[in-house]
């Protein structure tokens, strides 16, 4: 998605060979019109697939999910990181973060996703794929299916693209970045990053 | 707001005379057109002060306030609570939670908010108002402006409403709720709701 790669380029800060800064238009500062574009752009790609919901975690993946869910014109539900003092039959997942070297738990109200519910995940990042597992593991437990994803950016020589592409269901990437540093900024994976 | 008001009436559970339930459809499960609606509401009240950013905190205020950022053609600033890894310059600020009992801290990256940046305030609840003071303080901290705060939701009866009336800017409630029980459901606020 040239509008997206375009912005990582001119506002993207790259702290680390595997730290991408974005909160300038991402996940912290937000460029509505880039956010609107990046939700006609999956909603595009997932029109044909029956989706009934669209599934995030807090907060990174909050907006691109809503804007997606607005063109599909289905809910979209986000995944607690804690666990509210509302909730009364929440369905959680342990879910292990490389980057921070912990673990948390992502949980979401068991009525939010039904049996039969048809469901598109939706994230800011694509990296060593466990958020995606733990989402898979909960939208399971609901007895619905997980039937594609899509990530706004992904560091392709981390683990979570072979881990989707043995999964064998649709997913779409705007921006695959194939190595980045501080240095030599980023390289761009030009061959598989659109054509999920 | 009549559509906020029915969903809420229809969809909403009064989990005790505090304790409002609304993850089925504003800050958990999201219902697209609603918030859509929710943002365009925002937009019209505030179109006139010459808002240049808007400012919510993760994560229930987040999509209120990026569709209204939508319709203001602004970006939108989630503070985080907690200080990202990538954050090389944040702004803080301590808020005490009353319904957990507890303290939290806002973070937003310095250059997020600028001096001479016109601030709206968007959040999914109005209750005691530490929130709205403690962005205020931010903001401030940052050289820019709060000019008015648009809350979905408020509990008319805690100290949130007469705080923001006391600061003289405007604000505008879509839902205010007089009082509320289990056994008696919702009594709404007409009288101040919408007028502000």
């Known amino acids: 998605m040239d509008l997206l790669k375009k912005t990582i380029e001119e506002e993207g800060v790259v702290l680390s060979p595997s730290v991408l800064k974005v909160d300038g238009f991402l996940n912290h500062k937000i460029d509505p019109i880039l956010l609107d574009e990046i939700g006609k752009e999956f909603a595009g790609a997932f ?26 014109n289905v809910p979209v539900v986000f995944a607690k990181k804690a666990e509210p003092s509302t909730m009364r039959n929440p369905k959680t997942c342990r879910v292990h973060s490389f980057t921070k070297n912990t673990d948390y738990t992502i949980c979401i109200e068991q009525n939010t996703i039904h049996e039969g519910d ?18 898979k593991k909960l939208v ?28 064998g269901f649709p997913f779409k990437v705007l921006a695959s970045i194939r190595h980045m540093s501080p240095e030599e900024g980023i390289s761009w994976n030009y061959d598989t990053a659109e054509t999920e």
Request: aromatic share 10%; with cysteine.
């Open 47 to 72: 029109r044909n697939l029956g989706i009934t919901k669209v599934l995030t975690i807090e907060s990174g993946g909050i907006v691109p999910a809503f804007t997606t869910a607005l063109y599909l």
């Open 140 to 167: 399971g437990d609901c007895h619905a299916r997980l039937v594609a994803s899509g990530f706004c950016i992904e560091k392709a020589w981390q683990p979570g693209h072979s881990i989707l592409k043995q999964d």
């Open 118 to 135: 048809r469901v598109l995940f939706i994230d800011d990042f694509l990296a060593n794929g466990q958020a995606y597992l733990g989402i």
